[in-house]
Nanobody, 120 residues
């Protein structure tokens, strides 16, 4: 089992910044992909950004150039630095991990979510 605990959400004005953190604990494999998803009211959950064990990152087009995902493997923590926030970034942000043994997917886990509200 893996537990994911997010923190760092809150209320911010348009153009502002927030940094989300997700601390993983439990049975963490050396090969995994950590990600941030978000879900706004009435919308489906969507992928925001991913980072694999080697540090390779991918981003949704809507956040490219504004958000940065990073990870600290020693702390089993993934971060999402969000700059130039827009009202449409308002959502519950979820941390997610896919774990692998070699190239074989084995299991995935979700965090409980943290609310980000962008409003003046």
């Amino acid at each position: 089992q893996v537990q994911l605990v997010e923190s760092g959400g809150g209320l911010v004005q348009p153009g502002g910044s927030l940094r989300l953190s997700c601390a993983a604990s439990g049975r963490i494999f050396s090969t995994n992909v950590m990600a941030w998803y978000r879900q706004a009211p009435g919308n489906q959950r969507e992928l925001v950004a991913t980072v694999n064990s080697g540090g390779v990152t991918n981003y949704a087009d809507s956040v490219k150039g504004r958000f940065t995902i990073s990870r600290d493997n020693a702390k089993n923590t993934v971060y999402l630095q969000m700059n130039n926030l827009k009202p449409e970034d308002t959502a519950v942000y979820y941390c997610h991990v896919d774990q692998y043994i070699g190239s074989a997917f084995t299991e995935s886990y979700w965090g409980q979510g943290t609310q980000v509200t962008v409003s003046s």
